[in-house]
């Protein structure tokens, strides 16, 4: 089943003497259930190709469907409802409200919600379990790591039983190690709840827990790989060749 | 690239952070300049020549002015440098010294002010004739105002100025050079405050500050009521009302209202929903920060609207206080320009007329009152009060009635009424010339007939006419006020004639008794009077009340701007994750109603308890005087909250 549909994706930047076209006509479909990375040399238009995607920002030109809907018909308002209750987000920079503890940032998206407290509770006692954060509940994101923050962040993203998550660089800010155990966390979430899953990256490491990936050239799509059966170390060195075939430059990972 | 384009540039790009404290500093110049022109307007000077007490109140409320004034300007400038903090922390990185930032800035600031001055004191100078004109209006004078140009207001007015940019200056140098690098990038992270359970020390002294509170309101209750305070003198009681009140807004402020939040958070376990993200974990987060400014605000709304209110009070008793020094419209004192009389009827001009005989008794109101503890109420207990005769009295009530014996006492006023209550019933002494007669008091009325010429404000005895008769058998008529005639016209129209006509015989209206000269006013003579003091008052206080609305109001809109600045990011995240700008608008409501509605509802309360503490001290009448300052200054007041909230609303709707 397809979840989200891109046609024709354009994205101009600036007024017609400045114009810049990042994203040149991008198609894309994305499955239930996949776990789908965009790579690509950084300012390739990758986060600006996911904005667009998860509907906070609005193409120039094309159509975006999630779940059969088409995103341009929708007002402000209800795109919002649609991002809080659909939709889950993690960023790079963690985007954390530093006013509050860890729980309530993760609650966060269920607070006009007529969600009843126990099953939210049930929900988050499952998630922060699941993403090994129980003891910092009650803490401030000042005073947790980096990749507890992570974690945080998206055990926020999952808190509404999204049909679909974007990740944006969400291992950017993180070590190796944090890193590592995030992505297993999403890899985990993604099989066990089989919550579709959009990632942008620059790391191939993280690219590859991937199910497909999708590489970025110039706001078009270059090529795509898929995992299929191949073992993780396998695709990992699959992403590295087409990187370089792509010409390694821009990339800092 | 050059130091002036350098600043050029960096103004340019603070236009947006400027163009409040801009606005206010312009308003603030207005405000003093035009002051300072009206008050040596020509007409104005002559307007207010005969009240010695009204330039002096326009010297000292410049004064105040230019205090609020400097101390406003400081504030400000204090906050947009913090506000700036990280800018003067990038000059510095790309290796500025603070010699080269503080001269960059200086320039920046004396570009601004200049400029801020200038456009002020034109503004300030057309607007001092408006301001005259309400002046005379409220004067109730017939005048026409020129505008006329001021060389002394001006140089005062530049002086002032000059001195307020070097302050400034001054300051921004102190807080360039005190600040390190590193705190100049965390200026603006300072003053957490983080959820706790349960604070045993912030529940105790949340507590204290409302019973702080409450404590000075019932303080300020019993003001004059000395048999229950423990205070005797009366300044000292209310200094302690005033530091009472004072410091439980602050301990309200800091530790109530977190207290307060807290349980409620507390209570929520972590299901927020987006007002309270938005309004009560916001508002908790900056109470450390904001305690003091919001106790300064709520104070100052109180003193603002208190002093207003009280003037107000004044003026809009003036009617009735003159109504009550002169009854009639014309007073003849002891057949003294009676002719006066015989002028009317030749004019044509109908009229009633009402007369009086007077006799002087003394008495002891301590009989009346009980014990009068206070020590600062020591007027004399043994006091002397004007009698008239039961059928005289009929001419103003004509249903009075009493008994051989007893007693009614008239004229006792507001201000007697509120401080020494009269108990009905009693029965009390009364002297004249060496006799002494028992009375009983039936009742107390607020009546007035006697001109104030002879009671000198106090109350009016009435009696029967044979006690009249006996008390009145020894006074000789040459040592003591004994007989009124009191007029009234019957046409309104007719008032300026006879006004005409009453002054013409001035000469012969004057009487002499126990060696001093009396010369009866008329009810518009008294009425010109009143009014020439109260509206100086209240067109002053009214115009220091406007500079501190302009402060409290700018102040929290200030705050309100960097707090929305500040907020900014996480805006940005609520509306990535699906939060439409309306659902945060809703926070943004309660987090605005917190900030400018608590402040200012507790400022009334204070204003309230201490204008019906004293108010009769002042005039006749509180209602509607005091709803009527409330009710104006929360409109003007309501307007900085309005703009706050559009800031925030423009804000949130560009941070996606
Ligand atoms: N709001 C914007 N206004 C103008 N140009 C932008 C904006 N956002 C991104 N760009 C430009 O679009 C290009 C792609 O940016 P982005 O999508 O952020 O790249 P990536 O995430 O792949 O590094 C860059 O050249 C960037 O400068
Ligand atoms: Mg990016």
Redesign the interface.
Known sequence: MTVLVGRKIKKTYGKKSTAQEVLKGIDIEVNKGEFVGIMGPSGSGKTTLLNVLCS?DHPTEGVVEINGKNLRNMK??Q???????Q???V?QDY???????V??N???????SKLP?AV??SR?KELVKLLGITDI?NK?PNEISGGQKQRTSAA??LISSPTLVFADEPTGALDSKSATSLLTNLENINKQKSVTIMMVTHDSVAASFCSRVLFLKDGAIYTELYRGDKTRQQFFQQILNTQSILGGDGYDA | MTLSRLVLRSMRKNVKHYYLYFFALIFSVTLCYSFTTLHHNPTVVEALKESGTAAAGFQSATFVLYFIITFFVLYANHLFMKRRSKEIGLYQLIGMTKGLIVRLIALENIILFIFAVALGMVIGFFSSRLFAMILIKLLKLDLVIELVFSPKAFTQSVIIFSILLLVILFQMTWMVYRVTLLSLFHASKKADERIKRFNFFQMTFGLLGLLLIVYGYYESSILFDAEKSLFKDIFLHMLVILASTILGTFLFFRYSVSFIMNIFRASKKGHLKIRDVMAVTQIMHRMKGNAKSLTLITVLTGLAVGIMSLSYISYYSSETRARQFSPYDYTLVNDKGISFLDRLHQEGIEFKKDTYRVAEVTFNFQDLVGDITNENLTFSTESSMYVISLSDYKQVVPDAQINEGETIITSYQNMFSEVVPLEEGGDFSVQYHNEEAKFVLKEVQEKFMLSGTITMASPVLVVTDTAFENISANQTSESSFNYQVGVNLVNSEDIPKAEEIYTDIQEERKLVVNGQEYLPLSYEEEKQGYLSIYGTTIFITAFLGLAFLLTTGSILYFKQMSEAEMEKESYTTLRKIGFSTSDLMRGIYAKQAFNFGVPLVIGLLHSYFAVKSGWFLFGTEMFTPLVVTMVLYVVMYAIFAVISTQYYKRIIKASL
Do not use: V
Request: charged share 30%; no cysteine; aromatic share 10%.
């Open positions: 906070i402000e308002k795109l919002a409802n649609f991002r809080r209750e939709l889950g987000f960023f985007n954390l409200l530093d006013t509050l503890t729980k309530e993760i609650l966060l998206p269920l607070s006009i407290r939210a509770e988050l509940l401030y926020r993203a």
